[in-house]
Structures are given as C-alpha cells and as structure tokens.
C-alpha cells in the first residue's frame, strides 16, 4: 500500500512506484480517503505501468485509522464509491477494493451487502473480500489477521448477490486444497500471508491452476533467477538486503531452512553484501 500522500507530496516517486518489468502484472494499492487525490494518484500508477488500481478498505492499524482511510471506511459505503467514482474517471485501468467483511459496530451479513451494493452501483470492477471483521480498538493489525473469527460464507453470498462483481476470498488461506475448494464459490483465492511465509508453494501454481506446464523449478533454480533480479536492483542502487530479507521464507518447511534464514540474515546487512552471497550459499550446497 502506498499512501495518496506519500506518492503526491514526493520529489522521489520513482521510491515509491518504480518496480521491475519482471514483477508484472502488478496491481498499485492506494490509501486515502479523498477522491481527488485518489484519483490523480490512479492516473499516475497508469502512466508507470501498472495493470490495476485498488483501494484499501481493509488496513486496521491505528496509523491507518487516524488517517481516516482503510478498515474505516467501511463505515462511509458513500464516501468509497464517490473515490472509486473519481479513480474510474482518472484511468482506464481495473480498479477494485479490498476491504473487510465489516468492522466492529458495522459487522452484519446485511452491512456487508450493503456496502458492495454501494460501491457496485459505482463501477467497481472487482474485489477482494478479506473475511474477517476489523477491531479498531484494542486489536493490534497482527491480531486482526488472526482473531476475529473467519466467516467465509459470508464471502460467498456476496458472490451469490452479485454474480457479475468478481469476488476474490481472502484470509487464513494457506494452501492450494484449500484454495480449490474456495474456488467453487468465488472468482479467485489471495494468499498473502502464506505467499509471503512460503514463497515456494508457488512454483507449481501456474500448473495447478492455468494448464500451463510445471517449470520444474528448485529452491536453488529460484535463487539463481533471483540472483538476476538483483544485479538489476543493484544497477540502481537497491541494496541486497532490501530484496533478500523478502526471500528468507524461500525454504520454509525444509530441511536446512534454518541455515539459509541465518546464513542470509548474518551477511546481507554488510556493507559490501552483494548478489555473491547467493552464489555463496549455492555453492555451500
């Protein structure tokens, strides 16, 4: 998620919205709560290159609250179509909403449609559901992914209501039996914890799920398409760690996985770290 603020009042936007081709496609998550804005910052993702604009309705942190955009909005159904309103007028790229299936004091099924009826009626062309309610009192963001109860059913009478909005389910997913199961009621599956946790349970998606065919790739062929992907980061000035540190979950589950998390943590930090420390590593093997 990238502020309104942050990309606006910026002299370095390239901080912010730069990424690699290799990363596509890739969608641009904007926090805000003003339409202009939100909609000048959609025109601006376009002109970078990305393929989708969406809006956080769902982020309950305190900083996020006291910014009166994310969870919270939940609350303002009006005010999130007039900003989808405004971004759909800006760009002509998707632009979607994730948000919660409610918040506290705003929970109920009938709360829930009413809200995707709102933002429906305003040309949203997609969401993603992360079904839980928000607590935004007392609740750290860590708890909220984990404590307020799962109510996937929920998720899929929305789907039922609104049979032309794609729906994409989100939250405690952590496998891909279990994404298939969710797939009989809704457009599409996030992982989000778990893609971050267990970046490997992805090698054979495309297989699974697209009938493409199964690349074969090993943790170590990963880490060597990795390695590319830094020298490029590097050429501009990103150093290791910025992009490793998102990588150490690459052997969770595996033997060793300890020594590749400790092996990397030790040694990326260092001032002369660079993409030789994955060669490094490989050869350890």
Not at 80 to 86: G, K, Q
């Amino acid at each position: 998620m990238v502020t309104t603020g942050a990309i606006l009042r910026s002299k370095d936007r390239d901080r912010y919205l730069a990424f690699s081709p290799l990363e596509g496609p890739i969608a641009l998550q904007l926090g805000g709560d003003d339409p202009k804005a939100l909609a000048d910052c959609a025109l601006i993702g376009e002109e970078y290159g990305y393929n989708e604009i969406n809006l956080n309705v769902g982020c309950p942190s305190d900083r996020v609250k006291s910014g009166s955009f994310g969870a919270c909005l939940m609350k303002e159904p009006a005010l999130v179509a007039d900003m989808v309103n405004a971004m759909k007028a800006s760009t002509r790229l998707p632009v979607t909403v994730k948000h919660r299936i409610g918040v506290n004091g705003k929970e109920s099924l009938e709360d829930l449609i009413q809200f995707v009826e709102t933002i429906s009626q305003a040309g949203v062309d997609g969401i993603i559901i992360h079904a839980r309610i928000a607590i935004l009192e007392g609740l750290s963001p860590a708890e909220n992914r984990k404590i307020p109860p799962l109510r996937y059913s929920d998720v899929y009478e929305v789907k039922r209501l609104f049979p032309n909005l794609p729906v994409v389910i989100n939250g405690g997913i952590t496998n891909f039996e279990d994404a298939k199961q969710h797939l009989a009621h809704v457009d599409g599956v996030m992982l989000g914890r778990a893609a971050y946790e267990n970046p490997y349970l992805f090698a054979n998606a495309d297989s699974i799920f697209f009938g493409k065919e199964d690349q074969k790739l090993s943790r170590a062929d990963v880490l060597r398409h990795l390695k590319e992907y830094c020298k490029g980061m590097e050429s501009q000035g990103v150093k290791l760690h910025h992009v490793m540190r998102h990588a150490l979950g690459l052997y969770h589950g595996q033997h060793g996985a300890r020594a590749f998390r400790r092996f990397f943590s030790e040694k990326m930090h260092a001032v002369s770290a660079n993409v030789s420390l994955i060669d490094m590593f490989l050869g350890k093997g």
